[in-house]
């Protein structure tokens, strides 16, 4: 069974940083991508960054040289390093994995908070 186990998320000034992880379990191999989406309260989920399993990375455009996505193979987890965080970025942020068969799995989210 895949759980996917988000952390990290918080209240922080705007211009500071939070460093989300993302442990995931059940699932070693056969994942084709692992992500970090956000959503805000009657806003559909977007995605924020993207990383494959051949270590390939994307950002949406709002998060460009704010945002970093990494993931540790070893410890079979996740991470987004956000600095510079504004107010926008307020959001829940959940980790997503997606398998070679195309199945999605959904972490349960953590609540980020950027706010003076």
Same mark, same amino acid.
Do not use: H, M, P
């Given at each position: 069974q895949v759980q996917l186990v988000e952390s990290g998320g918080g209240l922080v000034q705007p211009g500071g940083s939070l460093r989300?992880?993302?442990?995931?379990? #059940?699932i070693t191999f056969n994942i084709y991508a692992m992500d970090w989406y956000r959503q805000v309260p009657g806003n559909e989920r977007e995605l924020v960054a993207r990383r494959t399993s051949g270590g390939s990375t994307n950002y949406a455009?709002?998060?460009? #040289?704010?945002?970093?996505?990494?993931?540790?193979?070893?410890?079979?987890?996740?991470?987004?390093?956000m600095n510079s965080l504004k107010p926008e970025d307020t959001?829940?942020?959940?980790?997503?994995?997606?398998?070679?068969? #195309?199945?999605?799995?959904?972490?349960? #989210?953590?609540?980020?908070?950027?706010?003076?």
């Open positions: 989300l992880s993302c442990a995931a379990s #059940g455009d709002s998060v460009k #040289g704010r945002f970093t996505i990494s993931r540790d193979n070893a410890k079979n987890t996740l991470y987004l390093q959001a829940v942020y959940y980790c997503k994995l997606t398998s070679i068969g #195309g199945v999605g799995y959904w972490g349960q #989210g953590t609540q980020v908070t950027v706010s003076s």
